[in-house]
């Protein structure tokens, strides 16, 4: 089979079925899954937008089945994963006797061939009580309107869905549905990837962030979780949500933990970072060696580290809350002095409060404050993020986008130019991510041709 070079795209696919994330209503097609602000309402249900009757059209075969359903529980809204079933079903239905491969991709695969994990999820308490839950509005929503299969094929539904359905995001990695990619749903996991999932609305692709020397699905690995997260973390989501363990490269690295966990060595002479393993043990600096600590530092570890867990908690229930001023005021309190003083800057705790600063800084217009979150992130980012990955590229972009606000022009442009180099592979030059970028490096360059000429 042929090769893949960095940044080529591998392949392209659009989804079984998908479903608007809830929180998107209103703004985006419910079939293209585009931003639009002329959205026309299904007329029947009054749920369902779409941006132009072509899309409307290229939805209704399931929407035709799926419309009473939502019409007769209105004005109450399943939950995404509800409708996702649903759709499942339906097209399950609709496509019985019919070949249900994907005919975008390289890879003939139908539902049928998904796996579903019945065993597991059978013993597995959350997921019987999500599963459960399911059914029961699902039989609301069906009731005198669709057949539903008998609970075990429900039940194989289920565990396919969970198992295998991607997060559609938009070029800021911010999620706008869910959907089933039979073709995409092939490739395995490693927290140290060789290729990149992204979408164009609701079109999956996949490109190859270095050279791969044969392309066929056993030699293609993604990212199915947070790459930020220290190995435990990533492992238990993995084990969670898609029952096995991940034995990668980065998985076997200790060093990247003990560099997500530091903290600033004791010793005044010392620029060095100790570890904390776990609660009471902290692992000799790595400069100095020194592993003798006073009580009195340990208790100021751990009081830092309980405080910054409840604080980044209280931050993420703000955010839902959208309280952005307190959000605001969390992030600052996160990244005190005193914090600072104890909390080493490659701390998983400390990017954390920095990346949510840096947001809320920018949802509030506080360009200053943003800019300065985001140079402090960058170099971290580069540290502990795998090479070429995509959110060290958005990040570029962000910083970038705002010293070209502030007339930082030689560093706007340097960091713009940064972030192209590595969105140029993950995305593509069509990608509108990558369009966008273009145009602020194209305006930054003009703006300072402009500014030579009159210094």
Known sequence: ??????????????????????????????????????????????????????????????????????????????????????????????????????????????FHDLMSHIEEIQVDPSRSQQFAQIVYTLRELCQGQLDLPPVTQLMEVFGKVTINSFTICDGDLQAVGVGLYL?????????????????????????????????????????????????????????????????????QDISLDRLLKSFVCPVPTCTGAVCRIQVGELLPCGSCGMNSYEESYRRKVEDTFHHLIQDLQQIEQAKKAKDLDKVLSLCQKCLNPDTVMVLHSNNLLHIQALDRGLDVAIDLGLWEQALK????????????????????????L????????????????????????IIRVTHGRFHELYCQLSELIDQCTDELRVHMEHS
């Open 183 to 251: 073709g995409a749903s092939y490739l395995d996991h490693s927290c140290q990837p060789n290729a990149v999932v992204s979408f164009q609305g609701q079109k999956l692709m996949v490109r190859a962030l270095r050279d791969i020397p044969e392309v066929k699905p056993s030699n293609i690995f993604i990212s199915y979780t947070d790459q930020l997260a220290i190995t435990e973390d990533r492992q238990r989501q993995l084990k969670e949500q898609y029952y096995f363990s991940c034995q990668c490269c980065r998985c």
């Open 398 to 421: 962000k910083v970038g986008k705002l010293e070209l606000y502030l007339q930082r022009l030689e560093c706007a442009l340097q960091h713009l130019q940064q972030g192209e180099s």
């Open 373 to 396: 979150y985001g140079l402090q992130l960058i170099p971290l980012y580069i540290k502990v993020y795998p090479s070429g990955s995509p959110q060290v590229g958005l990040l570029l």
């Open 1 to 110: 089979m042929k090769s893949a070079r960095k940044g080529e795209l591998i392949f392209e696919e659009r989804p079984f079925t998908h479903v608007l994330d809830h929180s998107q209503q209103g703004q985006r097609c419910h079939s293209c899954l585009e931003r639009s602000e002329h959205l026309k309402k299904c007329t029947a249900c009054g749920l369902l937008r779409y941006c132009s009757l072509a899309c409307q059209r290229c939805d209704w075969p399931i929407h035709r089945r799926e419309c009473p359903c939502l019409k007769q529980v209105a004005p109450n809204v399943p939950l995404d994963s509800v409708r996702l079933m649903l759709r499942i079903l339906i097209k399950t239905q609709l496509l019985e006797k019919e070949d249900q491969s994907t005919t975008e991709t390289v890879w003939r695969r139908t």
